[in-house]
């Protein structure tokens, strides 16, 4: 690799503050632009996992922490509305006009209701195992339990609201350590408990009907992982079935999930991007 492949994949920091609400995220590469939505609860290096291969693919790519998340400061409100609007002025702040945009679960949401919203700033989308059903939660109590436990004891009372973990037990201590280390990259836990109360009563989009409206090509994201009861697979087919023209892909049996492979995650992005016409071989993509 060259000296300028190499510049052009370092990462660039940014900061956008909208409402008094400072984001952090970076940026690295060049060429048509891909936004990285993270999950409730994760942070910006939770997308894609440290894959490089979307910007050594000639794609400038943009990921940032949500608001009370991760390096991102808290925020006085908590809900899809506010973090539609992050997304739209994280891309006027970069000059980005039109990008793709990949989301996991939360980000999943958000990357739906900014197609439904703003459906000119938006080249493709990319659902990584989406749950919103297009309405508040109907587990309200879990979600503040969590919350409750974060506010109390941190990462490990976080761990203890979660109750018995639905792994074999041999795997559960990594498991933990795992939950453990991500909830240990938030520099304001408060903010994210106040995520997970206030993000579970709002919507993204007025109902799952509201999906057929989407125009993006899209690709959703399932997963067979039984021990991930929040991310059902029957939930990723919805998606699939009522957004026009959407592709489902899924790991094949017995494979670990594919939305926690980056590398393997990247390239189904890229056959998307490809597919939308949003490749830097594409006249007009940049």
Known sequence: ???????????????????????????????????????????????????????????????????????????????????????????????????????????????????LRAPERVAALALLTPAHHGRPSAHIQYWDALADGLERGGPEGFLEAMGPLT????????????????????EHPNGVAAALRGVQRSRAFPGLDALQRISAPTLVVGSRDEIDGDHPLAMAAEYARRIPGADLVVEDAGESPLVWRGGALSREILRLLRRAGWSPTTPGSR
């Open 1 to 115: 690799m060259t000296g300028l492949g190499r510049n052009q994949q370092t990462a660039r920091p940014f900061s956008v503050t909208r409402g008094g609400v400072r984001l952090r995220g970076e940026q690295a590469g060049h060429g048509p632009a891909v936004l990285l939505l993270h999950g409730l609860t994760a942070t910006r290096r939770y997308v894609v996992h440290g894959s490089r291969l979307l910007e050594r693919e000639g794609h400038r790519v943009v990921t940032y922490d949500a608001r009370g998340h991760g390096a991102s400061s808290t925020a006085p409100a908590y809900d899809y509305d506010a973090l539609i609007e992050d997304a739209l002025a994280v891309l006027d702040e970069l000059g980005i006009e039109r990008a793709a945009v990949a989301g996991q679960s939360m980000g999943a949401a958000t990357a739906a209701g900014l197609g």
């Open 167 to 186: 792994v074999p037990e041999r795997w559960q201590a990594a498991v933990r350590t795992v939950i453990a280390q991500r909830m240990e990259r938030h």
